[in-house]
């Protein structure tokens, strides 16, 4: 992965400015008034999977980074459950209250989309980050990275883990996640065109749940005795695989790569249950969203493809096919270089 390893320097200067405590936000915070350009109102509500999530706790905190840099409003709201329908609730009170901006990450395509329509109708600004709704139902979608690179990099460690041959399985989130779906399903184009002799034998759903996730890696190598490594795409999935292996028998027989964050996988890097495992910085995700938000209400972009702005410390971004703005490439963390990262 030498690919993302040339980036460790500029990634790190980056993290360093952006990096924020793994500790929740709920509730609103005051970022000194309204921010939006010509008396728009700059207040931004963060709609996360579920509350409580260490991912979604550093993009908030993201957020509200520049939330206070660009001053406007801040506030988080969600579920306990990253469940299909359970941020509608949310979006409706949001709506009510007038808010500038809904920052929302969908645990479904389509669930909330009356909602966040609903919303729109009212003058809210709708930007979807991490996870997708449908096209027609947000203004704007921060993506993480490119779906096919965020593929490519999790298959290419696993296969070099395990030298290129056998069977592995995958640990998603919920079984709606739009962006879980849409790395599995690429994910499995990729093993079948450029490593033919890896089998995806199944793929289970912890629901973005510590312990389900737990459960789920234990049920997959008690049903798959012949496995070789495990792939999580999801930061508390790969977290909670990580913790089961490393006081098994398994440890070091079974490997286990994904998307997490360095501060959850450090112990585990360390010990050697795993050995490198991708990710973006979620606070600069976070970060992103608040500012793209912030340039609609203002007026300065209307989410059209060639749209730019000025996203603070991260520069300029121009605005893709359907509405999509890319925060950049995957990275990959290992033992080399995981200390140099606290988020």
């Known amino acids: 992965m030498t690919f993302a390893r040339k980036r460790v ?42 509350l409580g999530n260490p991912y979604f706790d550093t993009s908030s905190e993201g957020g509200k980074k520049a939330v206070e840099e660009f001053g406007g409003t801040f506030s988080e709201v969600g579920p306990a459950e990253a469940t299909p329908d359970a941020q509608v609730s949310y979006i409706n009170t949001a709506t009510q209250q007038g808010v500038g901006a809904l920052v929302v990450s969908a645990n479904d395509p389509q669930a909330i989309c009356d909602a966040l329509n609903e919303a729109r109708d009212a003058g809210v600004k709708v930007v979807t980050f991490d996870s997708d709704t449908n ?11 490119d779906s096919e690179g965020i593929a490519k990099v999790q298959i290419d460690l696993i296969a ?7 069977e592995i399985a995958i640990l998603s989130a919920s079984a709606n996640a739009t962006n879980q779906n849409a790395w599995i399903e690429l994910m499995e184009e990729y093993v079948a065109s450029e490593y033919p002799d890896i089998t995806i034998v ?31 795409p999801t930061t508390v999935g790969i977290a909670a695989a990580a913790r089961y292996l490393s006081t098994s028998d398994f440890k070091g027989q ?33 970060y992103l969203a608040a500012y793209a938000a912030q340039a609609l209400i203002a007026g300065d972009i209307t989410g059209e493809e060639g749209d730019t702005f000025e996203a603070g410390d991260l520069g300029e971004y121009t605005v893709g096919t359907d509405g999509v703005v890319l ?17």
């Open 135 to 145: 096209t027609d139902c947000r203004d704007l979608f921060i993506n993480q990275a």
């Open 9 to 50: 320097t500029a990634f790190a200067a980056l993290a360093v400015a952006a990096a924020v405590a793994l500790t929740g936000c709920a509730g609103s915070t005051d970022g000194g008034g309204d921010g939006g350009g010509d008396g728009a109102d700059a207040s931004i509500t963060f709609l996360p999977k579920n």
């Open 327 to 343: 925060l950049g490439d995957p990275f990959v963390f290992d033992a080399d270089n995981i200390g140099d990262f606290d988020f």
């Open 202 to 232: 199944e793929t289970v759903y912890g629901d973005d749940d510590d312990q389900t996730s737990f459960d789920k890696t234990a049920a997959l190598l008690q049903t798959h005795p012949d496995l070789k490594g495990i792939v999580s």
């Open 160 to 166: 070099e883990q395990i030298g290129g041959a056998g």
């Open 254 to 286: 079974v490997a286990l790569t994904g998307l997490g964050t360095p501060n959850q996988m450090r112990e585990y890097v360390e010990d050697g249950t795993v050995t490198a495992f991708a990710l973006w910085n979620p606070a600069d995700l976070g």
